[in-house]
C-alpha cells in the first residue's frame, strides 16, 4: 500500500533520505509520484504538487491536504527546494526540507583564519526561517564583538567587521566576519641624529605606543577603524624627550679650540737696581681637538648649569677674561712715580702678583727698569708693585664643554613642543707640542 506525503496526490517513492547536518539540524530528502502525472504538472494544477517554500514538512497541502503520521514529521522542518523530473514512466517530485527554526543556529563551526600581522578573522554563518530578525548585538560593525576561543586558549576579542544577509522564502542566511581588534601593522623610519619615527596602525581600539604622539589619524579596514599613530623615540625604541637627560645620539668630531698663549713678569733686584719685565713666552695657538657630540630631546628650552659640566667636563670654555699686568713704582724722596698697565688678549700666566723696594747705597741712587729701560731713580728708595691678573684657567688636562645649543625639534599632537639640544665635550685637552702639526699624530 503505497503512502502519501502532505496530501494524497503525492505518494512515496522508496524511503525518504535524512542527512544530519551540524549543531543539531537535518536535511529531509523526498521522492514522490503524482496521481496524475500527465496533467499534474500544468500550471493551473501546481498548487497540487508543489508546496510553499518555507511550509512545514507536517503542514497539509491546501488540496486533498494529509496530516503526518505519528513520529514521521522532524521539528522545524521547512521546504527549501522543490522540483520534477521524469523517471522512465514515473512523474517524480522531489521535496527538500531543512531544520529552520525562529533564532539563528550555525550551520557549522566558525571558519578561522589569520589576517595582517596575525589577527585572528573569525567567519560565522547561521540560518533561521525566512523573516526571522536579526539580533541586535550582532549587526553593529565595530561596536558588537565576540570573545573567541579556540580550545584551552585564552579567549580573544574580535569585533565585527561586515556581515551579509540571504532571504529567501525559505530561509534567512546571515553571515558575520568579526576580526580581532589589535596591531595590523608596525613601520619604522630611521632619521637623523639616533632618532626614528614609528608608525602604528591599530584596528579598533588603539593599543599602547612608545614616545610623545605627533600625529593620529583614523580610517577603516574591511569596515573597521583602524587607527594610525605616530610617535617619536630612539634608536633603542625608548620614548624621545622623556627626561631630556639622556643623550639618544653621539658622535667623534675634532672642533676648533684656541690654546691661550703664556707670559710672565719677571722681577729682577740686587738691592739697589730693580728691573720688571714682561715676557711673551708662547704665543696663542688655534688647533682643532677631538670632541664628543651629545644629541638630546627634551621639553625644556633653557640651558641649565649642569649642562656646562656634562660628562666630567671642568665647565664652558669661553674665556671672557684674559691676563694683564698693572706695574707702580714710586720714589721715596723725590716723590716720582711710575704707572702703566697692559692687557694681554689671548694670553694667562701662572705667576701672581710681587711688591718689593730698592735702596740708595751711599753715592749711589736707587733705579727702577721696566722692559729694560730706567723709569725711576731716588736717593733714598723706591717701592715698587706688580699687580697680576692671571686670565683664564689651564685648559690642558681638562675637558671642556664648547658650546650648547637648543632649537625646536616637533610638537606633539597636544601642542607640547620637544627641543633638540646638543652639548659639544672635548676629550681630555693634550698639552701643546712643538716640532709636528698638532696634538694628534
Known amino acids: 500500500m503505497s503512502i502519501s506525503h502532505r496530501t494524497n496526490r503525492l505518494k512515496l517513492v522508496g524511503t525518504p533520505a535524512v542527512e544530519q547536518l551540524q549543531n543539531g539540524r ?23 504538487i508543489f508546496p510553499d517554500f518555507g511550509s512545514l514538512e507536517s503542514a497539509e497541502m491546501s488540496i486533498d491536504g494529509l496530516a503526518p503520521r505519528t513520529g514521521e514529521a522532524y521539528t522545524d522542518m521547512r521546504l527549501v527546494s522543490v522540483e520534477s523530473s521524469t523517471q522512465r514512466d514515473q512523474y517524480i517530485v522531489t521535496l527538500v526540507y531543512q531544520t529552520l527554526g525562529a533564532t539563528f543556529v550555525q550551520v557549522k563551526d566558525d571558519t578561522i583564519d589569520l589576517e595582517l600581522n596575525g589577527l585572528r578573522r573569525v567567519t560565522r554563518t547561521s540560518i533561521a526561517q525566512a523573516g526571522t530578525d536579526i539580533p541586535d548585538d550582532d549587526k553593529d560593525v565595530g561596536v558588537d564583538y565576540i570573545d573567541h576561543q579556540i580550545d ?3 579567549a580573544v576579542r574580535c569585533f565585527l567587521a561586515s556581515y551579509k544577509v540571504d532571504d529567501t522564502d525559505s530561509y534567512r542566511e546571515f553571515e ?6 589589535g596591531t595590523l601593522s608596525v613601520s619604522t623610519k630611521n632619521l637623523s641624529e639616533g632618532v626614528k619615527q614609528v608608525t602604528t596602525v591599530f584596528l579598533v581600539t588603539e593599543g599602547t605606543t612608545v614616545g610623545p604622539v605627533t600625529s593620529r589619524s583614523t580610517n577603516n579596514f574591511q569596515g573597521l577603524k583602524t587607527i594610525t599613530v605616530t610617535t617619536m623615540q630612539d634608536k633603542n625604541g625608548n620614548p624621545l624627550g622623556t627626561a631630556g637627560t639622556t643623550p639618544v645620539h653621539s658622535f667623534d668630531t675634532f672642533s676648533n679650540f684656541s690654546y691661550p698663549g703664556l707670559f ?24 682643532k681637538v677631538k670632541s664628543t657630540v651629545y644629541v638630546f630631546f627634551t621639553t625644556t628650552s633653557t640651558i641649565s648649569s649642569s649642562d656646562y659640566k656634562y660628562d666630567s667636563a671642568s665647565g664652558l670654555w669661553g674665556p671672557n677674561d684674559w691676563g694683564s699686568v698693572v706695574i707702580d713704582a714710586a720714589g721715596l724722596n723725590s716723590g716720582l712715580q711710575f704707572n702703566t698697565s697692559k692687557a694681554l688678549r689671548g694670553y694667562r700666566t701662572s705667576g701672581s702678583t710681587f711688591s718689593s723696594f730698592v735702596n740708595a747705597t751711599f753715592g749711589s741712587s736707587a733705579f727702577f727698569n721696566f722692559q729694560g729701560s730706567q723709569k725711576l731713580s731716588d736717593f733714598n728708595s723706591i717701592a715698587y708693585s706688580a699687580t697680576i691678573n692671571p686670565g683664564p684657567s689651564d685648559p690642558v688636562g681638562s675637558k671642556w664643554v664648547l658650546d650648547v645649543k637648543i632649537t625646536s625639534a616637533f610638537d606633539d ?4 613642543t620637544y627641543y633638540k639640544k646638543t652639548i659639544i665635550v672635548t676629550d681630555t685637552i693634550p698639552a701643546q707640542v712643538s716640532s709636528v702639526g698638532g696634538p694628534y699624530n
Not at 265 to 287: C, D, F, H, W
Open 413 to 416: 599632537v597636544d601642542g607640547t
Open 152 to 154: 584551552a586558549e585564552t
Open 264 to 287: 710672565t713678569a719677571t722681577n729682577e733686584n740686587n738691592g739697589r737696581i730693580a728691573n720688571v719685565a714682561i715676557e711673551l713666552t708662547k704665543a696663542p695657538a688655534q688647533s
Open 26 to 48: 537535518y536535511q529531509l530528502t523526498v521522492n514522490c509520484t503524482t496521481m496524475n502525472s500527465r496533467e499534474d504538472w500544468y500550471s493551473s494544477n501546481k498548487a497540487r
Open 176 to 181: 558575520r566576519t568579526y576580526i580581532q581588534a
